[in-house]
Structures are given as structure tokens and as C-alpha cells.
């Protein structure tokens, strides 16, 4: 898919906002290895890769790959000086103590194992380099979508309407069809309309299946009568869509048609309480709450939904124990469901946009219930 110009990213931005947050954290620096994190902060896509970033000197800045992206890292990430080490953070580490005076370092602990863990601190023993344990560092800044960032998610998620679209015109879902062959098709119709990738392993459900949240597709065939829930995604140069839809097969049973209408008014509460400044547990109950009153809280077992972006599931999380607020410009989806074990399950979902003006759907397919 064509990407137009203004999604390139301000790369230097977002590592000078990175530096502005460090004063929080008394440190002086700090080594970025989670790779999706450093992607957002160089551009650099590579499998082996950290960054480090200072918080009064971004002259001093530097990435640190392998021989392996020599080239790459100069197309990817050209305004930064590269260091080449197999062990990224560690030279990167080395490199911040080199002056000989006290410094102290931040490195990401919820990306760093406990192994490299107990080598970064044997190498600094005799340095004068002092570790500092951050995290969420850089996820809290990705939060906030810039334009162009909404611009490739909605761009994933067009790829994913008008695949799903062309996948029901065509009758792809119907009796006598795998799960695992609708997948499959509904993954080559978004491949098919520009995606770079699948955004996570697609979830079709049929039947009793379908009350599963999660469920991998397998070979069992769908039925007439049966409830099909099917979850999705596509990728468009990094960024993530994520929608599901269910629909039925011939005439919907009345429980059918009755927890499809609960858990459409619960979605449709949801969206509604996406406003900047919300608490985040507030979103999820004005859609629970809706279940809930039904009688069918109890199986309602997920969370309201997550931000997406650079990865599927990302800050913020929705749900009955998050904390914090809704910024304004995040991306998240909405996503309440009922499933009935051994019956089956609804659950719709959307990726919207945050803003004052009131939230924006990114997924555009519709959410009343399709009979098939």
C-alpha cells in the first residue's frame, strides 16, 4: 500500500521526548532495547537492535545493531551514529560509562531478562555507571498517535473492511466450510488489498466455538444455526487494525438474536464513553454495566479493550482494573462480548480514534447483526 508523506515519522521528536521524561526518573540516560520501542524511536525495523538516548546531549545519542544491519541501519536510521555489538545494551552501557564519571542509566526492565539482567550489572561493578530500572518509559509515549500514525492504522483497518466485505459477498462464509478455510481466504482478501501482514492469528469461530474468545481456527465445519465470530487485523508498514464481527447462519434462535442486541447496545455504550480525561476502568463499566443489568454479566470475561498501534495489544488497557485516564489522540478498541459454553458467542469490535470531537471509528463494517 502507497504510504503518503506525511506518515513519515519525526524520529528526533519523539527521542527528544523520551530525554524530557528522564528527569523524572533521576537518570542521566537511558538504553531503549525493546525493539518495537526502538522502531518508534529510529525507524530501525532489524531483529537485533538498542538505543541510547541522553537527556541533555542528543548530539551523543547512538544505536547499537550488529554486522548483520550494517546497510540497513544506515538506510533506517541515517541521522545516528551506529555502534556494532552482538550485545547491544551492553555496549551501549559501556559506551555511557566511557567518560569516567558517575552517570546514571535507565534501561527498560520489563524488556530486559533476568540474564542480561545480572550481565549488565556485572559489567558495570567497576564502572561508574549506576543502573536505573524504568518502565513504560516509551509506551506511555506511544499512547498518543501522531497524524500519521492514525493514518497507517486507518489504513489497516480499510484493508480490513473491505476484505471482510468481499469475503461475505462472495459467500465464503456459509455451511459446509471450515473454520480454517474462511481464515485462510479472509487473510489472502487483506493481503489481496495492500497488507504487509496479519495482525495476529485470525480467529474465525462457529458454533459453540464461538464462545471462546480466543479460539484458533481448526477443520470443524460451519453449520447452519451457527453463530460465527470472526476476529482480524492487517498490517500497513508496522500499524495494526483489530475488528471482529459475528454473524449467524440462516435464521437466528432468540437467544441469539437477544445476546447479538446486548452486546451491540454494550458496544455502542462504550464508544460513546471514549471522551479524553475518562478513566479508563469508567469506559469499561458504562459497557459492562450494560451486560451486566441483563443478567449475563458473568459471562462477559474480558476486559473492554487496548490501545493498538506498532503492536496489537498495546497501552492503554480497558478493563475493570486499569488505572489512569483516555488521552487525547490514542487508538483503542472496544470490544464487549457474552459467550454461552457449549452454545455460543457475539462479540463486536472496533478501532477508534480518541479526541475531543468525539471518538472516530477506524473500522467501518456493520454492526447490526448479519444473517448469512
Given at each position: 500500500m502507497r504510504v503518503a508523506p506525511d506518515t513519515v515519522p519525526d524520529h528526533p521528536a519523539r527521542?527528544?521526548?523520551?530525554?524530557?521524561?528522564?528527569?523524572?526518573?533521576?537518570?542521566?540516560?537511558?538504553?531503549?532495547?525493546?525493539?518495537?520501542?526502538?522502531r518508534y524511536l529510529t525507524g530501525f525495523t532489524g531483529s537485533n537492535a538498542a538505543v541510547l538516548i541522553w537527556?541533555?546531549?542528543?548530539?551523543?545519542?547512538?544505536?547499537?545493531?550488529?554486522?548483520?544491519?550494517?546497510?540497513?541501519?544506515?538506510?533506517?536510521?541515517?541521522?545516528?551514529?551506529?555502534?556494532?555489538?552482538?550485545?547491544?545494551?551492553?555496549?551501549?552501557?559501556?559506551?555511557?560509562?566511557?567518560?569516567?564519571?558517575?552517570?546514571?542509566?535507565?534501561?527498560?526492565?520489563?524488556?530486559?531478562?533476568?540474564?542480561?539482567?545480572?550481565?549488565?550489572?556485572?559489567?558495570?561493578?567497576?564502572?561508574p555507571v549506576?543502573?536505573?530500572?524504568?518502565?513504560?518509559?516509551?509506551?506511555?509515549?506511544?499512547e498518543v498517535k501522531d497524524a500519521g500514525e492514525t493514518a497507517l492504522v486507518e489504513a489497516a483497518c480499510r484493508i480490513g473492511d473491505e476484505a471482510l466485505a468481499a469475503l461475505l459477498e462472495r459467500g465464503a462464509v456459509a455451511p459446509g466450510r471450515t473454520e480454517r478455510e474462511v481464515a485462510r481466504d479472509l487473510e489472502w482478501e487483506m493481503y489481496a488489498?495492500?497488507?504487509?501482514?496479519?495482525?495476529?492469528?485470525?480467529?474465525?469461530?462457529?458454533?459453540?466455538?464461538?464462545?471462546?474468545?480466543?479460539?484458533?481456527p481448526t477443520s470443524d465445519?460451519?453449520?447452519?444455526?451457527?453463530?460465527?465470530?470472526?476476529?482480524?487485523?492487517?498490517?500497513?508498514?508496522?500499524?495494526?487494525?483489530?475488528?471482529?464481527?459475528?454473524?449467524?447462519?440462516?435464521?437466528?434462535?432468540?437467544?441469539?438474536?437477544?445476546?447479538?442486541?446486548?452486546?451491540?447496545?454494550?458496544?455502542?455504550?462504550?464508544?460513546?464513553?471514549?471522551?479524553?480525561?475518562?478513566?479508563?476502568?469508567?469506559?469499561?463499566?458504562?459497557a459492562r454495566q450494560v451486560i451486566a443489568a441483563s443478567g449475563y454479566g458473568e459471562q462477559y470475561v474480558h476486559g473492554l479493550g487496548h490501545g493498538v498501534g506498532l503492536e496489537i495489544h498495546e497501552a492503554p488497557g480497558i478493563g475493570t482494573a486499569a488505572r489512569g485516564?483516555?488521552?487525547?489522540?490514542a487508538i483503542v478498541t472496544v470490544e464487549p462480548g457474552i459467550y454461552?459454553?457449549?452454545?455460543?458467542?457475539?462479540?463486536?469490535?472496533?478501532?477508534?480514534v480518541v479526541s475531543d470531537a468525539g471518538p472516530r471509528s477506524l473500522t467501518n463494517a456493520p454492526r447490526a447483526l448479519l444473517i448469512l
Open positions: 527521542r527528544a521526548a523520551v530525554a524530557a521524561a528522564l528527569a523524572a526518573h533521576g537518570a542521566d540516560a537511558v538504553v531503549v532495547s525493546d525493539l518495537t520501542n526502538v537527556r541533555d546531549d542528543p548530539s551523543r545519542d547512538r544505536i547499537a545493531t550488529d554486522g548483520r544491519y550494517t546497510a540497513q541501519v544506515a538506510e533506517q536510521s541515517p541521522e545516528l551514529d551506529a555502534v556494532l555489538a552482538r550485545d547491544t545494551i551492553g555496549a551501549l552501557v559501556e559506551r555511557a560509562g566511557a567518560a569516567g564519571t558517575a552517570v546514571r542509566v535507565a534501561f527498560e526492565a520489563d524488556a530486559v531478562t533476568v540474564g542480561d539482567f545480572g550481565e549488565l550489572c556485572t559489567a558495570v561493578e567497576s564502572s549506576e543502573l536505573v530500572p524504568v518502565r513504560g518509559l516509551v509506551q506511555a509515549l506511544r488489498r495492500g497488507a504487509a501482514a496479519i495482525a495476529f492469528e485470525t480467529i474465525v469461530a462457529a458454533g459453540p466455538n464461538s464462545a471462546v474468545p480466543h479460539h484458533r465445519v460451519l453449520a447452519t444455526g451457527d453463530f460465527v465470530k470472526i476476529d482480524f487485523g492487517a498490517v500497513v508498514d508496522g500499524y495494526h487494525s483489530d475488528m471482529t464481527r459475528t454473524v449467524v447462519l440462516g435464521e437466528p434462535a432468540p437467544w441469539q438474536r437477544e445476546i447479538y442486541e446486548i452486546v451491540r447496545q454494550a458496544q455502542a455504550a462504550g464508544r460513546a464513553a471514549l471522551v479524553p480525561g475518562a478513566a479508563l476502568a469508567e469506559i469499561d463499566a458504562a485516564t483516555l488521552r487525547d489522540g454461552l459454553p457449549g452454545r455460543g458467542g457475539v462479540r463486536i469490535e472496533d478501532t477508534l
